[in-house]
Structures are given as C-alpha cells and as structure tokens.
C-alpha cells in the first residue's frame, strides 16, 4: 500500500507532510492535502554510506540528496527549509536556529553514535525526533585504539617519521611490549567496555573510571578517583561523551598526574581534553606520546585545512576523526538508521529515539493513524480524546508515551474521520506537531 502523509496545511509554517500547532489558525483557512513518498525529501550529509539510500529506495522514498561533507551554517539554514528527514554525522551542528529554519523536518538522524553535534531540547520544541546508531562503530574505534595503543608504546610513529625523512632510529629505548601494562580507561561504556575486553586478551592489566557503577568484565576493576586512574596506568584512553562535565576533563593538571612516559588516547570528542597543555607535555617528553583522533575545531570537508597546536609533532598519531571510519561500520550505521528513520516516517514507530518519548507501533491496516505531538502539560489526552467523543470517532487502538517535556500519542481510527480529526488535534492546546498517515 502506498503511503501518504496526510497535511494539515501547505502554510510555510507547516511541512507537507506534518503541521506544526503554532500556525493552525493558517490551518484553518487552508486545504488539506496529502503527499506521496516521492515528494518526502532527505537530505544526507557528511558521506553518509550508500547503504542508507538504499534503504530509502527500498522504502519507496526517490527525493533522496545525499552530499560528501557538512555545510557552512549559512548554506544549511537556506538547504533545510524544505527538507522533511535528514542524516547527519558527528560534524554538522544542529542548533536552535538550523530548527527554527527546518520548519518540514519531521526527524533527524545522526549516522554516528555521538548526538552532541544536535540541540536536542531545540529539536524536541519543534516535534523531531533524533535518532542513533548507538552500537555499530564500537569496535571500529575500539580496535583503533588498541593498534595505536601497540604502535605508541613502540615509538613507531616517530621511527617513521624519522624514516620517511632519511633516517634511522633503530632503537629499544623507549619501546614496550603491551604484555603486562595498565590500560586506564575513561567512560566504561560500549566503547570502553569492549576495548577492556580485547586488552585484556592481549595480556594487559584494564582499570576504568566511570561516573556510573559498573559491572566490569573481565578482571577488569573499577576506580573510585579519575586522579588514581591516571596515576596508575600507562596508557590512559577517553571514551566518554561531550556533557558539560566531560569539557576539558584533562587538562594540564590531569596531564601532570598521569605516570611519567605514560601515553594518552583520545577518540571521543575534541572538548574532552585541553591541547596546549597536551602540546607542552608531550614536547617536554613528560608523555611518551599521544594518539588524538578528535579535536576542538575539525575542518568541515576533506578540502579544509586542518589546524592543531598538535601539528609536527613526531610522538603523536594525528587521525581525521576516523575512529568509526570502517567500511563495516559505516555500511551499519547506513542500514541502521535509515531504517529507523523510514520506521518513523511510514508508520509513527519512534523507538530509540534519543529525544522523544519511545512507542513501537503494529501496522495500521485498513485504518489512519493519526501522529499528535504535545508539551506534556496536562489535560491534552482528555482533549484528545473529547474531540474522539464528541464527534463520534471510533478509535481502533490507541498509544501513549510521554517524557518530561512532550507526549507522543497515535491513535488509529477510521478513515473517514481522519480530516476531521487531524484539523481538530491541530487546534488543541499545547500542540507541536501532528500528521496522519494512511
Ligand atoms: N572517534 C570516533 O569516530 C568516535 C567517537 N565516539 C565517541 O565516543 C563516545 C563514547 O561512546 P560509547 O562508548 O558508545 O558511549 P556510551 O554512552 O556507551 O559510554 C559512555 C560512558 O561514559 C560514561 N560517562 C559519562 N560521563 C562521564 C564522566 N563525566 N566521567 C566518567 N565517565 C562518564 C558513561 O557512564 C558511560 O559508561 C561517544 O559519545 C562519542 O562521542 C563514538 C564513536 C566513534
Ligand atoms: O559515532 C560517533 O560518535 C563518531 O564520532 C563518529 O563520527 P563520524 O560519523 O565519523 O563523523
């Protein structure tokens, strides 16, 4: 079956596919009309892996643009005025004002695991939802560090650069094997956890630092202090996400807490750790090296340049925010969240949403499905469900979910009622968004 989104308006204020509760007196004074996959457009930034256009495709969804990199903030705001889904990855900024701009987006998704990038209260004010690949670059990143991890210790990065300038560094000093060293991980999490795991199998002691209490694996073991985390390990690894408590994390006094020689990993999020003191200690050899695959500011595209303090220094591993840049992975994540995003768009299903209240919704055959999305005030359900009551509207099932700021509820009910009732649940207090689908 074909399916249509059903409009509340075609008003600017309104997407095609979707109404937006602050214009409904626009609602009022316009026609209703529907509209077909093929005019449902995404937009897909940042190298989204092809596997994701083809499950649009497969979907039936054919207005599909996908471009290789992030756009200025000018460019994107201009782009998304008329875009109802979009992809992005860990460098596109989803802020307030790309969503006051974004008046048909209907939900995003991050083809990553980080949603730091995106404003997700802003997102949720404005009805769309935000979907994750929460899993499918672990162990991309995961192994990544561990190879950094045996190169470093090694002093590879330096013998090669050495190498490549005509040299010949062929020296034990300085060089370890990974048997028998303490691997300090910071955030025992997806990422974290794993790697604790693979260490291990490679002969290495694993301590970790979490804010959470956690179940380690392994004989792996959990510290109480960051301090004596650093204070204990040779190699300390950062796998947390950007919060406001993980900005600047390590900083020159946690540098200068970390053993002598020690090394230090970062493939989270370039606001976790504090460069120029980093720069200091790893010129003044107080760190034997340092592998950093994210940053404070990263270009946008492949065609911009990159700026680090970090930069000639032969001690460190300098990588392009890869840590998740496998084939696998990326071919994952594609299939992973377009799925999630088709599930959403064709039939109101928002589970693992990372913003919006989560319900897994049945197929609705033979029947509309009408989306209403609301401030979690109350009295809007009763609302709702007076105007089912008043006009005599059969509801053949009906679903409920809110957090603390919004509620999501999908009620199915016959299809001649549908117009009826999607003008109504437009006008009722408190609405952000809504639409049907049949
Ligand atoms: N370089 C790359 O390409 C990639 C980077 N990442 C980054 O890695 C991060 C971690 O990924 P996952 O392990 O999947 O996340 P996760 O959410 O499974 O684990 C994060 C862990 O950090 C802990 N945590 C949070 N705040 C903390 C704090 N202040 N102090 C100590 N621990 C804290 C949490 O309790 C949790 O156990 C992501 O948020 C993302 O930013 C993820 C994938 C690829
Ligand atoms: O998954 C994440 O959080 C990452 O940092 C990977 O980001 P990317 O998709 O490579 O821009």
Redesign the pocket.
Known sequence: MLRRSMLASTSPFFGLACCRGRGFREYAMSSKTSLEKSRIKFLLL?GIHPSAVEVLRGAGYTNIESLPGALPDAELKAKIADVHFLGI???TQLTAEVFAAAQKLVAAGC????TNQVDLEAAREHGVAVFN?PYS?TRSVAELVLAEAILLLRGVPEKSAVAHRGGWLKSAENAFEIRGKTLGIVGYGSIGAQLSVLAEALGMKVAFYDVVTKLPLGNAHQVRELHQLLAQSDIVTLHVPETQATQWMIGAAEIAAMKPGAILINAS?GTVVEIEPLAAALKQKKLLGAAID?FPVEPRTNKDEFQSPLRGLDNVILTP?????TMEAQAN?GLEVAEKLVKYSDNGTSTSSVNFPEVALPAHPGKHRLLHIHRNVPGVLSEINRIFSDNNINISSQFLQTNEKIGYVVTDIDAAYSDLALEKLAKVNGTIRSRVLF
């Open positions: 940042e990855r860990s460098r083809f990553c695991i980080g690949a670059n999020r994210v925010h890869i840590g998740g840049s994540i």
